[in-house]
């Protein structure tokens, strides 16, 4: 337990306090008898001490991408009614890849806690989009439609669900409609990913190609730490994707 709640501590940020810092206590609870809200506190305390800047404002760490992460998956894979493992395995895999075994069993333990509580989705995201930056936020976006995809199957209840998520998370629908597209084979996903319509002009094209590099740029995430840049990565490598596609077909 000590190298738990060590990782535990050292992680947390914002997500600490407010709806998510309640989830998190619940998910504690549910795994250790007698282990309080206050024996929490202590164990932060001890491993981090300065998680504040000069404005007084709480910092945005990776901790609280991964929690943040671990809450709105839960909420996404029950949105549809049932808990399915290959849902469950999509978010440990992932963990596993971002973070490496060690650091993703203790996420997963604690996901075991969470995903056991009914948590508000409006709740959990006004927290996120207040401590939080836009790149961000996208990111978690493009990661909930991965869960929803990894059964093969999305259901309109998971969509539905991750759009609401979107709304909450202040993601316009031209955002959550591009990555929507990143996940999906359609003859005009291509242009919805670049977030123009089939009908667009070349210099259209090359400017809204030019406008989403800026937006889905890797540096964007450097600070969350190398860990989180692969999912960047790979969401600017659909941006490519989709500019060559057009390009191709209109012979440029």
Not at 20 to 38: C, K, M, P, R, T
Not at 186 to 214: D, G, P, Q
Request: aromatic fraction near 10%; include cysteine.
């Amino acid at each position: 337990m000590a190298s738990f709640t060590k990782w535990l501590g050292a992680g947390l940020g914002f997500t600490f306090g407010g709806p998510i810092g309640a989830a998190i206590g619940f998910a504690i609870g549910s795994l250790v008898d007698g282990f309080s809200d206050e024996d929490l506190k202590k164990e932060r305390r001890a491993y981090q001490k300065n998680i504040k800047d000069g404005s007084g404002s709480v910092n945005t760490q990776s901790g609280d991408f991964e929690i943040s992460l671990l809450v709105l998956a839960s909420i996404v894979i029950k949105s549809d009614g049932k808990i399915d493992q290959r849902e469950l395995d999509y978010v440990r895999i992932q963990f596993v890849n971002m973070y490496g075994k060690q650091r993703a069993n203790n996420a997963f333990k604690l996901f075991s806690g969470i995903i056991k509580k009914q948590v508000s989705a409006r709740q959990v995201c006004i927290q996120i989009r207040q401590n939080m930056p836009h790149a961000s936020r996208l990111q978690l976006l493009h990661f909930l439609f991965g869960i929803a995809k990894s059964d093969a199957h999305v259901a309109i209840s998971e969509v539905d669900e991750i759009k609401k998520i979107a709304g909450y998370l202040y993601i316009n629908q031209r955002d959550f409609e591009s990555i929507k597209a990143m996940f999906y084979d359609a003859s005009e996903n291509a242009y919805k990913i670049l977030e123009i319509v089939k009908t667009a002009s070349n210099t259209e094209l090359k400017r809204a190609y030019r406008k989403m590099v800026k937006k889905y740029h890797p540096d964007k995430l450097q600070g969350l730490g190398e860990e989180h840049l692969k999912g960047a990565n790979e969401k600017f490598q659909n941006i490519q994707t989709a500019y060559e596609k057009i390009k191709k077909e209109r012979g440029l």
